[in-house]
């Protein structure tokens, strides 16, 4: 399958070196994936298949041990990244300090993310960017139910989405993502395509990127249409509701569009 000119990226969700499926934000339930895509949750070989099967050759990557305070998996990473697939990593970032270890992987091959669930407050948010650089890092304005999901002791300045993002913004952020957490894995949809809009309204200038929930590829052009700067899924690649079929239509679209 050739290239999608929109960005469909596959999620993986890391626990103990498998890949596991993530449903709603409960992570001390996830159970190791089941996918139709391969026989077992080894993440290498369903990254290897992502790309191969599917054509997909960037994969979002939720390091959930490190999010809980474990070391980074980097060897992981690196072997994917072997593969010939660009990582966006959220490895639980909460500072400069911690986002060392990515910052010493290939610029060209791996993009931070830095979570509102796990980043200590603007300032360290504000040096993290200073220090990759705006276009390697994505903010992710991690939700749950529509409410904002900060770290404990964090300083941020309100609880309002947009505030978040308009603040994330002053401090050089150029890309964001919108991630409900409650959503993940449940196939109700995004829940965020309103805030979308209105963060992209105030900030045209900048990308805004959104997953959680999506089980069909109408909704992937749906948001495609809409401005979203990529869409990321999960669930619905490994249970085969969003397959090579359906990505072929979307890329169909997208020349046709």
Not at 4 to 10: A, T
């Amino acid at each position: 399958m050739a290239k999608l000119p929109f960005p469909v990226i596959p999620v993986l969700d890391l626990k103990a070196g498998r890949a596991v499926h993530a449903v709603a934000g409960q992570r001390e339930h996830y159970q190791p994936i089941r996918s139709v895509l391969h026989p077992g949750s080894d993440p290498i070989d369903l990254a290897h298949t992502l790309r191969g099967t599917l054509g997909l050759h960037t994969l979002y990557i939720a390091d959930l041990g490190a999010i809980a305070g474990l070391p980074p998996e980097l060897a992981l990473y690196k072997n994917i990244i072997s593969l010939g697939i660009h990582v966006v990593v959220d490895s639980g970032i909460s500072d400069v300090r911690s986002a060392a270890p990515l910052l010493d992987l290939d610029d060209s091959s791996c993009t931070i993310v830095a979570g509102l669930e796990t980043i200590r407050g603007p300032r360290e948010l504000g040096e993290i960017v200073h220090r990759a650089g705006a276009e390697r890092v994505i903010f992710s304005l991690d939700l749950f139910d529509g409410r904002p999901r900060h770290a404990p002791g964090s300083d941020w300045a309100g609880d309002d989405p947009c505030e978040l993002a308009r603040q994330a913004i002053a401090l050089g952020v150029r890309h964001l993502l919108l991630l409900d957490l409650a959503r993940v894995g449940t196939g109700r949809g995004l829940g965020t395509e309103g805030l979308m809009a209105r963060i992209r309204e105030a900030n045209p200038g900048v990308r805004v990127s959104v997953g959680g929930g999506i089980s069909r590829i109408e909704e992937v052009l749906a948001l495609r249409n809409a401005g979203a700067a990529a869409v990321l899924i999960g669930s619905a690649l490994h249970d085969g509701r969003i397959g090579a079929r359906e990505l072929a239509r979307l890329a169909c679209e997208n020349t046709e569009g």
